[in-house]
Protein backbone atom coordinates (compact mmCIF):
# COMPACT_ATOMS: atom_id res chain seq x y z
CA UNK A 1 0.00 0.00 0.00
CA UNK A 2 1.68 3.24 -1.00
CA UNK A 3 0.70 5.43 2.00
CA UNK A 4 2.93 2.90 4.18
CA UNK A 5 5.71 2.67 1.94
CA UNK A 6 7.57 4.88 4.33
CA UNK A 7 6.36 4.00 7.51
CA UNK A 8 9.01 4.16 10.11
CA UNK A 9 11.49 6.55 8.33
CA UNK A 10 12.27 9.59 10.37
CA UNK A 11 11.93 12.70 8.96
CA UNK A 12 13.07 16.35 10.71
CA UNK A 13 11.75 19.01 8.30
CA UNK A 14 14.10 22.58 8.62
CA UNK A 15 11.51 23.67 5.79
CA UNK A 16 9.83 26.90 5.11
CA UNK A 17 7.13 28.20 2.89
CA UNK A 18 7.18 25.88 -0.07
CA UNK A 19 9.42 24.07 -1.99
CA UNK A 20 10.67 22.23 1.33
CA UNK A 21 7.70 21.74 2.99
CA UNK A 22 6.31 20.19 -0.52
CA UNK A 23 8.94 18.06 -0.23
CA UNK A 24 7.99 16.79 3.41
CA UNK A 25 4.17 16.57 2.77
CA UNK A 26 4.70 13.86 -0.41
CA UNK A 27 6.70 12.26 2.35
CA UNK A 28 4.09 12.41 4.94
CA UNK A 29 1.72 11.31 2.73
CA UNK A 30 3.59 7.94 1.61
CA UNK A 31 3.67 7.47 5.78
CA UNK A 32 6.84 8.75 6.67
CA UNK A 33 6.40 10.42 10.63
CA UNK A 34 7.76 13.96 9.70
CA UNK A 35 8.33 16.66 12.05
CA UNK A 36 8.45 19.69 11.27
CA UNK A 37 11.23 21.73 13.26
CA UNK A 38 10.20 25.80 12.97
CA UNK A 39 10.99 28.38 15.33
CA UNK A 40 8.92 28.92 18.19
CA UNK A 41 6.94 31.64 16.88
CA UNK A 42 6.53 29.45 13.51
CA UNK A 43 8.10 29.55 10.13
CA UNK A 44 7.77 32.36 7.42
CA UNK A 45 4.92 30.47 5.49
CA UNK A 46 2.47 30.96 8.33
CA UNK A 47 2.63 34.72 7.35
CA UNK A 48 1.64 34.67 4.01
CA UNK A 49 -1.61 35.53 2.55
CA UNK A 50 -4.31 36.15 1.62
CA UNK A 51 -6.51 34.61 1.75
CA UNK A 52 -7.14 33.54 5.73
CA UNK A 53 -9.28 31.35 7.86
CA UNK A 54 -9.93 32.37 10.94
CA UNK A 55 -6.01 34.17 11.20
CA UNK A 56 -4.33 30.47 9.66
CA UNK A 57 -2.71 30.96 5.97
CA UNK A 58 -3.96 29.18 3.75
CA UNK A 59 -0.44 28.50 2.23
CA UNK A 60 0.59 27.25 5.19
CA UNK A 61 -2.62 24.99 5.63
CA UNK A 62 -1.96 23.52 1.80
CA UNK A 63 1.73 21.87 2.18
CA UNK A 64 1.87 21.45 5.55
CA UNK A 65 -0.70 17.99 5.92
CA UNK A 66 0.24 14.81 7.65
CA UNK A 67 3.27 16.76 9.98
CA UNK A 68 3.86 17.30 13.38
CA UNK A 69 5.11 20.58 14.72
CA UNK A 70 8.18 20.66 17.30
CA UNK A 71 8.92 24.12 17.76
CA UNK A 72 12.41 25.06 18.83
CA UNK A 73 15.10 28.17 18.68
CA UNK A 74 17.95 27.21 16.94
CA UNK A 75 19.88 30.04 17.75
CA UNK A 76 20.77 28.66 21.19
CA UNK A 77 23.55 26.21 22.36
CA UNK A 78 20.46 23.98 23.80
CA UNK A 79 18.45 24.09 20.80
CA UNK A 80 20.95 22.82 18.81
CA UNK A 81 22.15 20.34 21.00
CA UNK A 82 18.71 19.12 21.59
CA UNK A 83 18.73 19.10 17.73
CA UNK A 84 21.67 16.99 16.90
CA UNK A 85 20.85 14.97 19.34
CA UNK A 86 17.48 13.61 17.92
CA UNK A 87 19.45 13.85 14.73
CA UNK A 88 21.05 10.26 15.45
CA UNK A 89 17.80 8.62 15.52
CA UNK A 90 16.64 10.58 11.99
CA UNK A 91 16.29 9.04 8.30
CA UNK A 92 16.42 12.43 6.55
CA UNK A 93 16.80 16.00 6.79
CA UNK A 94 14.88 18.51 4.69
CA UNK A 95 15.99 22.07 4.64
CA UNK A 96 15.56 25.08 2.36
CA UNK A 97 17.86 27.65 4.08
CA UNK A 98 20.47 29.62 2.07
CA UNK A 99 23.76 27.75 1.64
CA UNK A 100 25.94 27.88 5.17
CA UNK A 101 22.75 29.08 7.28
CA UNK A 102 22.64 25.31 9.00
CA UNK A 103 26.13 25.16 9.28
CA UNK A 104 26.11 28.33 11.71
CA UNK A 105 24.23 25.79 14.19
CA UNK A 106 26.44 22.93 13.56
CA UNK A 107 23.72 21.21 11.56
CA UNK A 108 24.91 21.12 8.80
CA UNK A 109 25.74 17.73 6.40
CA UNK A 110 29.28 17.90 7.01
CA UNK A 111 28.91 18.01 10.66
CA UNK A 112 26.17 15.07 11.04
CA UNK A 113 27.72 13.33 8.23
CA UNK A 114 31.02 11.68 10.84
CA UNK A 115 27.98 10.60 14.14
CA UNK A 116 25.03 9.31 11.33
CA UNK A 117 27.00 8.04 8.20
CA UNK A 118 23.59 6.90 7.04
CA UNK A 119 21.66 9.90 7.04
CA UNK A 120 19.76 11.05 4.03
CA UNK A 121 20.15 15.04 3.94
CA UNK A 122 18.49 17.57 1.07
CA UNK A 123 19.19 20.51 0.90
CA UNK A 124 16.96 23.23 -1.31
CA UNK A 125 18.29 26.34 -2.03
CA UNK A 126 17.86 28.56 -5.32
CA UNK A 127 20.98 28.35 -7.35
CA UNK A 128 22.38 24.96 -5.70
CA UNK A 129 25.24 24.69 -3.10
CA UNK A 130 28.33 25.07 -5.23
CA UNK A 131 29.04 28.32 -7.72
CA UNK A 132 28.96 31.56 -7.77
CA UNK A 133 24.90 32.22 -7.50
CA UNK A 134 25.03 29.80 -4.31
CA UNK A 135 24.21 32.21 -1.57
CA UNK A 136 21.76 34.56 -3.90
CA UNK A 137 18.85 34.32 -2.54
CA UNK A 138 15.06 33.75 -4.52
CA UNK A 139 11.72 33.36 -4.04
CA UNK A 140 9.11 31.40 -7.24
CA UNK A 141 8.75 34.64 -9.30
CA UNK A 142 12.85 35.21 -9.42
CA UNK A 143 13.44 31.61 -10.20
CA UNK A 144 10.63 32.29 -12.82
CA UNK A 145 12.31 34.77 -14.29
CA UNK A 146 16.13 33.46 -14.30
CA UNK A 147 14.85 30.10 -15.03
CA UNK A 148 13.47 31.96 -18.93
CA UNK A 149 9.79 30.58 -18.06
CA UNK A 150 9.12 33.87 -18.11
CA UNK A 151 9.96 35.00 -21.70
CA UNK A 152 7.70 32.36 -22.57
CA UNK A 153 4.75 33.30 -21.62
CA UNK A 154 1.94 35.35 -23.38
CA UNK A 155 1.04 36.79 -26.92
CA UNK A 156 3.81 37.95 -28.92
CA UNK A 157 4.69 41.20 -28.32
CA UNK A 158 3.13 41.33 -24.40
CA UNK A 159 5.04 42.03 -21.14
CA UNK A 160 6.55 39.21 -19.42
CA UNK A 161 4.24 36.78 -17.67
CA UNK A 162 5.12 34.25 -14.74
CA UNK A 163 2.85 31.42 -13.71
CA UNK A 164 0.62 32.80 -11.00
CA UNK A 165 1.04 29.20 -8.79
CA UNK A 166 4.09 29.05 -7.52
CA UNK A 167 5.62 26.05 -10.03
CA UNK A 168 9.25 26.64 -9.37
CA UNK A 169 8.60 26.20 -5.91
CA UNK A 170 6.57 23.11 -6.40
CA UNK A 171 8.30 21.48 -9.14
CA UNK A 172 11.65 21.51 -7.17
CA UNK A 173 9.88 20.26 -3.93
CA UNK A 174 8.83 17.33 -6.76
CA UNK A 175 12.29 16.93 -7.18
CA UNK A 176 13.68 16.91 -4.59
CA UNK A 177 11.26 13.92 -3.25
CA UNK A 178 12.49 11.87 -5.93
CA UNK A 179 15.93 12.35 -4.35
CA UNK A 180 14.78 11.33 -1.28
CA UNK A 181 13.57 8.43 -1.90
CA UNK A 182 16.17 7.16 -4.24
CA UNK A 183 19.02 7.87 -1.75
CA UNK A 184 16.82 5.91 1.00
CA UNK A 185 16.99 2.93 -1.82
CA UNK A 186 20.13 3.42 -1.99
CA UNK A 187 20.56 3.78 2.48
CA UNK A 188 18.86 -0.08 2.29
CA UNK A 189 21.32 -1.47 -0.53
CA UNK A 190 24.76 0.20 0.80
CA UNK A 191 23.97 1.49 4.22
CA UNK A 192 25.38 5.05 2.76
CA UNK A 193 23.81 8.08 3.01
CA UNK A 194 24.30 11.35 0.89
CA UNK A 195 24.03 14.93 0.85
CA UNK A 196 21.23 15.68 -2.38
CA UNK A 197 21.78 19.47 -3.73
CA UNK A 198 18.32 20.71 -5.12
CA UNK A 199 18.14 23.75 -7.37
CA UNK A 200 15.21 25.33 -7.92
CA UNK A 201 17.00 27.01 -10.83
CA UNK A 202 18.12 23.94 -12.70
CA UNK A 203 14.36 22.27 -11.13
CA UNK A 204 12.93 25.02 -13.44
CA UNK A 205 15.26 24.87 -16.35
CA UNK A 206 14.02 20.88 -16.48
CA UNK A 207 10.28 21.68 -16.38
CA UNK A 208 10.82 23.27 -20.23
CA UNK A 209 12.78 20.13 -20.64
CA UNK A 210 11.42 20.03 -24.41
CA UNK A 211 11.68 24.44 -24.68
CA UNK A 212 15.59 24.34 -23.83
CA UNK A 213 16.51 21.34 -26.01
CA UNK A 214 14.28 22.85 -29.31
CA UNK A 215 16.95 25.77 -28.04
CA UNK A 216 20.01 24.21 -27.98
CA UNK A 217 19.16 22.51 -31.50
CA UNK A 218 18.04 25.71 -32.94
CA UNK A 219 20.09 28.40 -31.15
CA UNK A 220 16.79 30.11 -31.80
CA UNK A 221 14.91 31.56 -28.20
CA UNK A 222 11.13 30.20 -28.34
CA UNK A 223 8.24 33.12 -29.70
CA UNK A 224 5.66 33.76 -27.40
CA UNK A 225 2.51 31.99 -28.71
CA UNK A 226 0.35 32.64 -26.19
CA UNK A 227 -1.89 29.02 -25.42
CA UNK A 228 -0.17 27.62 -28.52
CA UNK A 229 2.39 24.66 -28.43
CA UNK A 230 5.21 25.82 -30.17
CA UNK A 231 6.03 22.36 -31.94
CA UNK A 232 2.06 21.69 -33.01
CA UNK A 233 -0.69 23.05 -34.66
CA UNK A 234 -3.46 23.48 -34.23
CA UNK A 235 -2.85 22.66 -30.32
CA UNK A 236 -4.27 25.77 -28.91
CA UNK A 237 -7.52 27.54 -27.37
CA UNK A 238 -9.98 29.25 -29.77
CA UNK A 239 -12.55 31.19 -28.75
CA UNK A 240 -15.97 29.85 -29.08
CA UNK A 241 -19.51 31.59 -29.02
CA UNK A 242 -19.41 31.69 -24.99
CA UNK A 243 -16.01 30.76 -23.82
CA UNK A 244 -13.03 29.26 -25.09
CA UNK A 245 -12.13 25.52 -26.32
CA UNK A 246 -8.35 23.88 -25.93
CA UNK A 247 -7.75 21.72 -28.90
CA UNK A 248 -4.93 19.35 -30.18
CA UNK A 249 -5.45 18.10 -34.02
CA UNK A 250 -1.91 18.21 -34.93
CA UNK A 251 -2.11 14.58 -36.00
CA UNK A 252 -2.73 13.77 -39.70
CA UNK A 253 -5.85 12.05 -38.93
CA UNK A 254 -7.56 14.51 -36.74
CA UNK A 255 -6.05 17.46 -38.63
CA UNK A 256 -8.18 15.91 -41.62
CA UNK A 257 -11.04 14.90 -39.18
CA UNK A 258 -11.04 18.76 -37.88
CA UNK A 259 -11.48 20.24 -41.55
CA UNK A 260 -13.98 18.01 -42.15
CA UNK A 261 -15.58 19.07 -38.86
CA UNK A 262 -15.46 22.31 -39.66
CA UNK A 263 -16.72 21.92 -42.71
CA UNK A 264 -12.90 23.51 -44.23
CA UNK A 265 -12.10 20.99 -47.03
CA UNK A 266 -10.05 23.51 -48.69
CA UNK A 267 -7.65 24.06 -46.01
CA UNK A 268 -6.54 20.28 -45.34
CA UNK A 269 -5.13 20.98 -49.16
CA UNK A 270 -3.79 24.38 -48.89
CA UNK A 271 0.23 23.88 -49.31
CA UNK A 272 0.62 26.03 -45.83
CA UNK A 273 -1.04 23.74 -43.61
CA UNK A 274 -0.67 20.59 -44.80
CA UNK A 275 1.89 18.83 -42.36
CA UNK A 276 2.48 19.98 -38.36
CA UNK A 277 5.66 21.90 -39.72
CA UNK A 278 3.69 23.70 -42.37
CA UNK A 279 1.14 24.65 -39.77
CA UNK A 280 3.52 25.67 -37.58
CA UNK A 281 5.52 27.60 -39.37
CA UNK A 282 2.11 29.46 -41.02
CA UNK A 283 0.05 29.40 -37.64
CA UNK A 284 -1.02 33.01 -37.69
CA UNK A 285 -3.22 32.41 -41.13
CA UNK A 286 -4.67 29.04 -39.73
CA UNK A 287 -5.60 31.05 -36.99
CA UNK A 288 -7.41 33.59 -38.52
CA UNK A 289 -9.49 30.90 -40.79
CA UNK A 290 -10.12 28.82 -37.65
CA UNK A 291 -11.03 31.70 -35.15
CA UNK A 292 -14.15 32.88 -37.66
CA UNK A 293 -15.58 29.47 -37.44
CA UNK A 294 -15.17 28.48 -33.95
CA UNK A 295 -17.12 31.42 -32.56
CA UNK A 296 -20.62 30.29 -34.45
CA UNK A 297 -21.02 28.06 -31.80
CA UNK A 298 -21.12 27.46 -28.14
CA UNK A 299 -18.33 24.91 -26.40
CA UNK A 300 -20.81 22.70 -25.43
CA UNK A 301 -21.89 22.13 -28.87
CA UNK A 302 -17.94 21.64 -30.19
CA UNK A 303 -16.98 19.36 -27.23
CA UNK A 304 -20.01 17.14 -29.12
CA UNK A 305 -19.11 17.36 -32.29
CA UNK A 306 -15.44 17.28 -31.96
CA UNK A 307 -15.07 14.24 -29.12
CA UNK A 308 -17.34 12.43 -31.17
CA UNK A 309 -14.23 12.16 -34.18
CA UNK A 310 -11.73 11.71 -31.09
CA UNK A 311 -10.48 15.13 -31.46
CA UNK A 312 -8.91 15.97 -28.51
CA UNK A 313 -10.59 19.44 -26.80
CA UNK A 314 -11.40 20.57 -23.24
CA UNK A 315 -13.21 23.74 -22.04
CA UNK A 316 -10.53 26.39 -20.39
CA UNK A 317 -11.96 25.90 -16.92
CA UNK A 318 -11.84 28.42 -14.43
CA UNK A 319 -11.24 26.83 -11.07
CA UNK A 320 -14.87 26.68 -9.85
CA UNK A 321 -15.41 25.02 -13.11
CA UNK A 322 -12.81 22.29 -13.04
CA UNK A 323 -13.63 21.57 -8.88
CA UNK A 324 -17.75 21.10 -10.47
CA UNK A 325 -16.73 19.19 -12.94
CA UNK A 326 -17.39 15.43 -13.57
CA UNK A 327 -13.39 14.80 -13.58
CA UNK A 328 -12.51 16.43 -10.43
CA UNK A 329 -15.15 14.50 -8.59
CA UNK A 330 -14.17 10.92 -10.38
CA UNK A 331 -10.33 11.73 -10.11
CA UNK A 332 -10.37 11.44 -5.88
CA UNK A 333 -8.05 14.03 -5.62
CA UNK A 334 -10.52 16.13 -3.06
CA UNK A 335 -9.88 15.95 0.20
CA UNK A 336 -10.33 18.18 3.64
CA UNK A 337 -8.69 17.95 6.78
CA UNK A 338 -10.40 19.19 10.36
CA UNK A 339 -7.90 21.71 11.55
CA UNK A 340 -8.51 22.97 15.16
CA UNK A 341 -8.25 27.00 14.38
CA UNK A 342 -9.00 27.24 10.55
CA UNK A 343 -11.88 24.28 10.80
CA UNK A 344 -12.73 22.31 7.97
CA UNK A 345 -10.32 23.02 5.27
CA UNK A 346 -11.07 21.87 1.69
CA UNK A 347 -7.57 21.08 -0.33
CA UNK A 348 -6.57 18.70 -2.98
CA UNK A 349 -5.47 15.33 -1.38
CA UNK A 350 -2.90 12.29 -2.72
CA UNK A 351 -2.03 12.45 -5.82
CA UNK A 352 -0.69 9.24 -6.36
CA UNK A 353 -3.16 7.79 -7.28
CA UNK A 354 -5.85 5.80 -4.92
CA UNK A 355 -5.06 3.77 -2.40
CA UNK A 356 -6.56 0.90 -0.54
CA UNK A 357 -4.75 2.24 2.18
CA UNK A 358 -7.19 1.89 5.49
CA UNK A 359 -5.56 5.65 6.70
CA UNK A 360 -8.26 7.49 4.44
CA UNK A 361 -8.04 10.85 6.89
CA UNK A 362 -5.27 13.10 6.38
CA UNK A 363 -4.41 14.88 9.29
CA UNK A 364 -4.42 19.44 8.71
CA UNK A 365 -1.33 21.38 9.00
CA UNK A 366 0.13 21.55 12.74
CA UNK A 367 -0.14 24.62 15.23
CA UNK A 368 2.98 25.94 16.04
CA UNK A 369 4.94 23.80 18.60
CA UNK A 370 1.71 21.29 18.35
CA UNK A 371 3.91 18.25 19.20
CA UNK A 372 7.29 19.96 20.76
CA UNK A 373 6.89 17.59 24.13
CA UNK A 374 5.58 14.34 22.46
CA UNK A 375 8.14 14.84 19.69
CA UNK A 376 10.90 15.53 22.39
CA UNK A 377 9.60 12.43 24.32
CA UNK A 378 9.45 10.00 21.87
CA UNK A 379 12.96 10.95 20.52
CA UNK A 380 14.69 10.52 24.24
CA UNK A 381 14.45 13.59 25.45
CA UNK A 382 14.08 13.58 29.10
CA UNK A 383 10.86 15.04 31.34
CA UNK A 384 13.47 17.09 32.84
CA UNK A 385 15.80 18.38 30.22
CA UNK A 386 12.18 19.59 28.43
CA UNK A 387 10.90 21.25 31.65
CA UNK A 388 14.16 23.03 31.60
CA UNK A 389 14.27 23.46 27.47
CA UNK A 390 10.23 25.31 28.40
CA UNK A 391 11.37 26.96 31.19
CA UNK A 392 14.16 28.94 29.76
CA UNK A 393 11.67 29.73 26.30
CA UNK A 394 14.03 27.50 23.91
CA UNK A 395 11.08 25.30 23.00
CA UNK A 396 7.45 26.09 22.85
CA UNK A 397 4.39 23.98 22.36
CA UNK A 398 0.76 25.34 21.91
CA UNK A 399 -0.04 24.84 25.47
CA UNK A 400 3.33 25.59 26.89
CA UNK A 401 1.93 26.43 30.65
CA UNK A 402 -0.19 23.26 30.98
CA UNK A 403 2.54 21.15 29.51
CA UNK A 404 5.40 22.31 31.87
CA UNK A 405 2.63 22.15 34.86
CA UNK A 406 2.50 18.33 34.20
CA UNK A 407 6.48 17.21 33.33
Known amino acids: MIRDSLRGIRVLDFSHVLAGPVCSMMLADLGADVVKIEPPFGELGRKIGPPWINGESVANLSVNRNKRSLAIDLKTEAGQRTIREMVRQADVIVENFRPGVMATWGLDYASLEATHGKLVYCSISAFG ?55 LHQVRCSGA ?27 TDPEKVGSAAPYASPNEAFQTRDGWLMIAAYHPHRWTSLCEVLDLPHLESDPRFVTNTDRVRNRAALRRALDECFVTRTTSEWIDLLAARDILCAPVSTYSEVVNSREYRESGIDSSVDHPIA ?41 EEIAELLGRGVIRTAAAQEAAASL
Open 343 to 383: GKVRLPGFVLGKSDDLRTTDVAAPLVGQHSIEVLQEYGVAN
Open 129 to 183: QTGAARSRPAVDGIIQAASGLMSTLGEPGSAPLKVPVPVADMVGGYMATIAVLAA
Open 193 to 219: GQHLDISLFTAAVTLQQVGFTSFLASN
